[in-house]
């Protein structure tokens, strides 16, 4: 256990310097590393089949946390009907498509409409690790920034709501029709999101009760678990309950420290007044406002460093699933199925891309959306690169599912793809619009 904790600490790290120094995206390193190393030591088993799914579901919510953190809830509103539709008219309408698609391109496989549902379910849902890992290395437009990142999270909450409440039933016989997917998904979004801002609540008023970083850092971590674990035990969409318990959470915890920078910003420009004028205030006002000062500076710098170890955590359950991938699907398995890959990986690539544009088409007709352009488009397309919310999917398909492997093999060999594919062409892209970007982000800071 150790050595395999030693080998996870060591391939984050080796990633996480490379994307500093090399701009490389660290998902492609990760994979890369966690591919040669399985290679190297075979004989090294980091986990059991029997406690892998358990182990990869207990991940969850700490790979939502992190994110769900960099969201603020004035930038959600502004931005809501934008992320409505890239995030749950877009997945639900992509699912039709590769319905369609897949009843032509898959006819052989003789696949059933859950078996197909829970496919695209697993092949839409985005990773808004990787997004953010390539976003923090560059300069882009913070509108931009809140579509890519929050468009990932929510598709994640719909892509597993699809899956959880509608394929896998209709797998296990279960007949579901219009009205019933209605209903459903009405019932399951209303009593999470119910659920996540109770416990989100629930989460400030303990947040209150402490000063200590640790046990403010604890607390998000409860928080997170709890809506999850309560979500679940009733039934419900545990990844949407969290996304909602830890926004709740930081919108109310971030107006406190909002107004802790506000005070320290007066009380420096208290000092620098005195420092200039000279003027001469009393021994116990100067002491007093220094310490103050001290101790404000110092709660909002524990704040920021308790959001760098819940990225880091998250980055190091990455990287446990994308090692976790190559002793699911061996090379030869990826080699047999080359054919369904590359065929998933275009219908994806080809509905995501159809999607964003009619995206770009209506945000340039409303005023309630954020308008865009081809250049945000096409940051849009390639910012859909897969990871681990899928793997997570593949362990909940029921047992004996006779196309098993087959579904390893697509889901794995897509995550692959995009990993190296989109993220490759979304750090070319970015690079490219280097200077435009810059522009628009010194418009948004003027």
Sequence with gaps: ?????????????????????????????????????????????????????????????ILITADALQLKLE?????AWSLFYLALVSVAISVIFGIITANTFFASYHLSMGAIIALFAMVLATDPVSV?????????????????????????????????????????????????????????????????????YLGVLLMRLTQDPMSELVLILLTAYGAFELAEHFHMAGLLAVIVAIITLNTI??????????????????????????KIFSTGFMSGLTRKLSSDVSSVERHKQNLNYVAVLAL??????????????????????????????????????????????????????????FRWWSVLLFAGIKGGLSIVMLQMLPHGFAHKELFEAIVIGVILLSTFVYALIL????????????????????
Aim: avoid cysteine.
């Design 1 to 61: 256990m150790i050595i395999t904790l030693l080998l996870l600490l060591s391939i984050l790290f080796v990633s996480i310097e490379t994307q500093k120094y090399l701009k490389i995206p660290s998902p492609i390193t990760l994979i890369t590393l966690s591919y040669g190393f399985y290679y190297s030591f075979p004989e090294m088993v980091l986990f059991s089949e029997e406690s892998f799914a358990e182990l990869v579901l207990f991940l969850i919510p």
């Design 75 to 79: 930038d959600l509103k502004k931005n």
């Design 132 to 200: 953010v890992s390539v976003f923090s290395s560059f300069k882009v437009p913070h509108k931009l920034a809140i579509l890519a990142e929050g468009e990932s999270l929510f598709n994640d909450a719909t892509a597993l709501i699809i899956f959880m409440f509608i394929a896998i039933p209709m797998m296990n016989g279960v007949e579901i029709g219009a009205m019933d997917i209605a209903i459903v998904s009405v019932k399951v979004i209303t009593f999470s999101v119910v659920i996540g801002l109770i416990v989100g």
């Design 253 to 278: 915890t971030q107006k406190s420290f909002d107004q802790t920078a506000k005070r320290i910003k007066q009380a420096r420009n208290i000092v620098n007044r005195t420092n200039r004028s000279k």
């Design 316 to 373: 190091l359950a990455n990287t446990f699933l994308f090692m976790s991938m190559a002793s699911i699907v061996h090379i030869d398995l990826l080699v047999k199925y080359q054919r369904e890959i590359l065929l998933m990986f275009l219908i994806t690539t080809v509905i995501r891309a159809f999607m964003m544009g009619t995206f770009g088409i209506l945000s340039n007709i409303s005023k309630q959306m954020t308008d865009i352009g």
């Design 427 to 446: 750090v070319g892209i970015i690079l490219v619009n280097k200077k435009a970007f810059s522009s628009e982000v010194a418009q948004e800071h003027p």
